[in-house]
């Protein structure tokens, strides 16, 4: 399965060439880049031309850009005007969201990739018509001019009642919006559980964010490393070896100083996820 991983575990520094050779000489072969603006500008030119003449020379692709959740640098500590939400019920708001999300997916016009992981709604967010009709307007919009760019949007499984496994397969055969999925497994911990949401989704799933929790808390541990995450990678590995050629095995994880360097963590954490066999199959 390729090793993939999103540039999440490096959200509080600024991306740049050098966190990029990094990645790739860790073994990584494909990245998603998280767009939250004190890492990646979308709005800097000279840095997406900085990372965009890295890429052309490189073997390591982008597969996927994650869509802003906030307009600000900060992760929303300027309030809740920064929140980015296309289930926003009032249209002049909305519009300004979804420019937003437009102004990051020009990126694939100077770095190519395949697609844009994009979320329904805000964790916790509760069931509600108005927003599901909200989210078709915006995605209807935001469809069109992802295919411009060559970019399929992906909608991912997080822990609200708009984004379970079963609500997002509702909501496309529902609006019959060409778009795929990425499966959240820590996401999935937390809602149906890992099994159950990938026998829902595994047709439609297009790419994954891998990571541990304890069910309870979104955390983004790193799976093994971690005390409190309790996903069975043995079982979970056996699922998605069942259909690897669908997508990678992308790893969304949130740094810890007390792991030491991040990548190569990420690094012992592929090693690990690798090594897991079926139950009752010896190892090598």
């Given at each position: 399965?390729?090793?993939?991983?999103?540039?999440?575990?490096?959200?509080?520094?600024?991306?740049?060439?050098?966190?990029?050779?990094?990645?790739?000489?860790?073994?990584?072969?494909?990245?998603?880049?998280?767009?939250?603006?004190?890492?990646?500008?979308?709005?800097?030119?000279?840095?997406?031309?900085?990372?965009?003449?890295?890429?052309?020379?490189?073997?390591?692709?982008?597969?996927?850009?994650?869509?802003?959740?906030?307009?600000?640098?900060?992760?929303?500590?300027?309030?809740?005007?920064?929140?980015?939400?296309?289930?926003?019920?009032?249209?002049?708001?909305?519009?300004?969201?979804?420019?937003?999300?437009?102004?990051?997916?020009?990126?694939?016009?100077?770095?190519?990739?395949?697609?844009?992981?994009?979320?329904?709604?805000?964790?916790?967010?509760?069931?509600?018509?108005?927003?599901?009709?909200?989210?078709?307007?915006?995605?209807?919009?935001?469809?069109?001019?992802?295919?411009?760019?060559?970019?399929?949007?992906?909608?991912?499984?997080?822990?609200?009642?708009?984004?379970?496994?079963?609500?997002?397969?509702?909501?496309?055969?529902?609006?019959?919006?060409?778009?795929?999925?990425?499966?959240?497994?820590?996401?999935?911990?937390?809602?149906?559980?890992?099994?159950?949401?990938?026998?829902?989704?595994?047709?439609?799933?297009?790419?994954?964010?891998?990571?541990?929790?304890?069910?309870?808390?979104d955390a983004h541990l790193f799976p093994y490393l971690h005390e409190g995450?309790?996903?069975?990678?043995?079982?979970?590995?056996?699922?998605?070896?069942?259909?690897?050629?669908?997508?990678?095995?992308?790893?969304?994880?949130?740094?810890?100083?007390?792991?030491?360097?991040?990548?190569?963590?990420?690094?012992?954490?592929?090693?690990?996820?690798?090594?897991?066999?079926?139950?009752?199959?010896?190892?090598?």
């Open positions: 399965m390729l090793n993939a991983l999103s540039t999440h575990l490096l959200i509080n520094h600024r991306l740049n060439t050098v966190w990029l050779e990094k990645i790739w000489k860790s073994g990584v072969t494909a990245v998603e880049i998280f767009c939250a603006r004190q890492h990646l500008d979308y709005l800097n030119k000279a840095q997406i031309a900085e990372l965009g003449h890295w890429f052309k020379d490189s073997p390591m692709v982008l597969h996927s850009l994650h869509a802003p959740m906030f307009s600000d640098d900060c992760n929303g500590k300027t309030g809740p005007n920064a929140v980015i939400t296309i289930t926003e019920p009032v249209k002049s708001k909305r519009v300004t969201m979804v420019d937003e999300i437009k102004r990051a997916l020009e990126v694939a016009e100077d770095i190519p990739c395949r697609y844009l992981v994009q979320h329904i709604g805000v964790p916790g967010e509760e069931y509600d018509e108005r927003k599901w009709d909200a989210a078709f307007t915006a995605l209807d919009e935001l469809r069109v001019f992802a295919k411009q760019r060559g970019v399929q949007i992906l909608l991912e499984n997080i822990p609200n009642r708009l984004s379970t496994a079963e609500r997002l397969v509702q909501f496309l055969e529902m609006t019959h919006q060409d778009l795929g999925v990425c499966f959240d497994l820590g996401h999935a911990h937390m809602q149906e559980g890992v099994s159950p949401a990938f026998q829902i989704l595994s047709n439609r799933i297009r790419s994954t964010h891998v990571h541990d929790n304890n069910s309870v808390q995450g309790s996903i069975d990678w043995q079982d979970t590995m056996q699922l998605l070896r069942s259909r690897s050629e669908q997508y990678p095995l992308m790893l969304e994880l949130k740094e810890d100083p007390a792991l030491g360097p991040p990548l190569e963590a990420a690094a012992e954490v592929f090693r690990r996820l690798e090594a897991e066999r079926p139950k009752g199959e010896e190892r090598n």
